[in-house]
């Protein structure tokens, strides 16, 4: 399923992106709560905009694993945004499908974040270290 999804994905169609997915699709973007959705429409709408925005977007599935109705997916999507400016996520997905559609899916995807901090300063950045601690 996810060689179907990435070749889709590089169609630029969203109606072939939509068919995809069940009518009962249930979306889950576990570090955003409140983006999850239900339903295919909804993923046409979404890759509808995907596109117009991103119209030179490309999506490479770096790594992939399957178990059973489960495939994990590791992704690399890329492109430029409509007014020239520079377009990257990176992330995961896992995915349930059942009758050859997608049923349901978790969404670790994140835009990539090219800042000139080191491991040092994201680390002081993420988890607020006290200053005052024995080097």
Do not use: C
């Amino acid at each position: 399923m996810l060689e179907r999804l990435r070749d889709a994905m590089n169609s630029h169609d969203p109606d072939r992106m939509a068919s995809l997915f069940a009518d009962s699709y249930e979306s889950y973007q576990p570090l955003h709560p409140t983006r999850g959705f239900s339903g295919q429409a909804q993923v046409r709408a979404n890759w509808t905009s995907v596109f117009e925005g991103v119209p030179d977007f490309a999506a490479e599935l770096v790594a992939s694993s399957i178990d059973g109705n489960v495939e994990w997916g590791e992704w690399d999507w890329r492109g430029r945004h409509a007014d020239g400016s520079p377009f990257a996520m990176r992330g995961v997905v896992i995915l349930r499908e059942a009758d050859d559609l997608i049923v349901h899916m978790r969404l670790y995807l994140e835009p990539v974040e090219e800042r000139d901090d080191d491991i040092d300063q994201a680390v002081q950045e993420l988890y607020k270290p006290p200053n005052d601690r024995a080097e």
